[in-house]
């Protein structure tokens, strides 16, 4: 079975560093997304991949990046923490030819 | 812009009874997908059904179904002979190029 994985569970960061969360997925898939996940807003898209070195901006892009350096790696940066980043974040992959979207475990980043 | 609307924070249901799940959403597009995904305590996110919207016939999943409605921009779902393990968030979500969500509904299920 597909398995995507992100690098940390849980994460607790200081205000103003700079965080990277991990995302690897095991089948090849060309799109990746990045979700952050809160409480009464379900599930927002920051930032999307169709392929190594392509990414697209989701609704809520402003104060993170990404990088796609490696078809199964898509990695979340933010530049400079701040505590209204502290959330659920999701990755997750599908391929190209196939809508179904598979899911990592989730990562709670606390950003004090 | 695509969006999808979850009308319902919460709904409960009793064990063994059926409950609906509401769900539109709005877009331009005439070729998407639809999908319920469910997420239970762990956070893992489960794919519970999913749509092509170039398909008539509606989805069915053993005790899961839905009602999807074109023209009207509607895809609930119908979960038959409610069990406990089918309390979760349950959320529905699009898919032209990006895959967006909906707010969730949390669902619990009381024997």
């Known amino acids: 079975d597909v398995k995507v994985t992100q690098s940390s569970r849980y994460l607790v960061k200081r205000t103003g560093e700079k965080v990277f969360l991990e995302c690897v997925q095991d089948?090849?898939?060309?799109?990746m997304f990045w979700y952050r996940q809160d409480p009464g807003l379900g599930l927002r898209l920051i930032y999307f991949?169709?392929?190594?070195?392509?990414?697209e901006k989701g609704d809520i892009p402003e104060g993170y990046s990404v990088s796609r350096e490696k078809k199964e790696r898509f990695s979340l940066i933010l530049e400079s923490a701040s505590t209204n980043q502290t959330s659920m974040y999701l990755c997750?992959?599908?391929?190209?030819?196939?809508?179904?979207?598979?899911f990592g475990q989730g990562t709670r980043l606390t950003v004090v | 812009a695509q969006t999808v609307t979850q009308s319902q924070p919460e709904m409960s249901v009793q064990e063994a009874e059926t409950v609906t799940l509401s769900c539109t959403y709005d877009t331009s597009e005439s070729d998407y997908y639809l999908f319920w995904y469910k997420q239970p305590p762990s956070r893992q996110m489960i794919l519970v059904i999913r749509?092509?919207?170039?398909?008539?016939q509606n989805a069915t999943e053993n005790r899961f179904s839905v009602n999807f409605q074109k023209a009207a921009k509607s895809f609930s779902l119908k979960i038959s002979d409610s069990q406990l393990g089918d309390a979760a968030m349950y959320f529905c979500?699009?898919?032209?190029?990006?895959?967006?969500f909906g707010t969730g509904t949390r669902l619990q299920v009381f024997p």
């Open positions: 749509q092509e919207a170039y398909k008539q």
């Open positions: 997750a992959s599908s391929l190209l030819s196939q809508p179904k979207a598979f």
């Open positions: 979500a699009y898919r032209h190029d990006k895959l967006i």
């Open positions: 089948m090849d898939h060309e799109n």
């Open positions: 991949s169709y392929d190594v070195k392509m990414k």
